[in-house]
Structure formats: structure tokens, C-alpha cells
Nanobody, 115 residues
């Protein structure tokens, strides 16, 4: 099992920044990738950013150039730096860890961007 704990959400004005953190614990060996997903009210959960064990990253088109995913292996933590936030970024953000075929989720953290 892998446990994931997110932090860093909150309320911010449009144009502002937030940094989300996801601390992993448990059986974290051989994790293939970690990522951030989000789910807005009435919408499906969508991928925001993913970083593989090899360091490759992938972003949703809607956040490219504004969000950056990174990791600190020594702390078993993944970060999502979110800049130039827009009201449409408002959602619950979830951390995910994949160790094929298993997938693990954090409890989510709310990000609200006011206009």
C-alpha cells in the first residue's frame, strides 16, 4: 500500500500562485509515476500533470506554461507549482501514484481561484 497526503490548497485571487505538496509513504518502491489530477463540480476527474520515475513530465494543455510538477526523492514528495491561476482552475486536486497495476489516491485538497 501507498499512502498519499496532499497539502497546500486554499483560496487565491486570479493571477496568483499556489504550491501543492504530496507526501508519499508506505510501499513506495517501484512507483512508476506520480501525478496530479483535478475534479471540478459536475465534471470528470482530469489529469493535470504527471512525472515518471525517469523524470519525464506531461501536462494538460490547459496548464502548460503555468504549472510545473517536480519531485524531491529524498523526501518522497511531489510538488505542483501553480502560477497565473485562473477561476477555471478551481477544483479539488488529487495526488496519484501508479505502481502498475495498482493506482493510489490521496484525499484531495481544494483549490479555489476567485475572479
Amino acid at each position: 500500500q501507498v499512502q498519499l497526503v496532499e497539502s497546500g490548497g486554499g483560496l487565491v485571487q486570479a493571477g496568483g500562485s499556489l504550491r501543492l505538496s504530496c507526501a508519499a509513504s508506505g510501499s513506495i518502491f517501484s512507483i512508476n509515476a506520480m501525478g496530479w489530477y483535478r475534479q471540478a463540480p459536475g465534471k470528470q476527474r482530469e489529469s493535470v500533470a504527471v512525472i515518471t520515475s525517469g523524470g519525464s513530465t506531461n501536462y494538460a494543455d490547459s496548464v502548460k506554461g503555468r504549472f510545473t510538477i517536480s519531485r524531491d526523492n529524498a523526501k518522497n514528495t511531489v510538488y505542483l507549482q501553480m502560477n497565473s491561476l485562473k477561476p477555471e482552475d478551481t477544483a479539488v486536486y488529487y495526488c496519484n501514484a501508479r505502481r502498475v497495476p495498482a493506482s493510489y489516491w490521496g484525499q484531495g485538497t481544494q483549490v479555489t481561484v476567485s475572479s
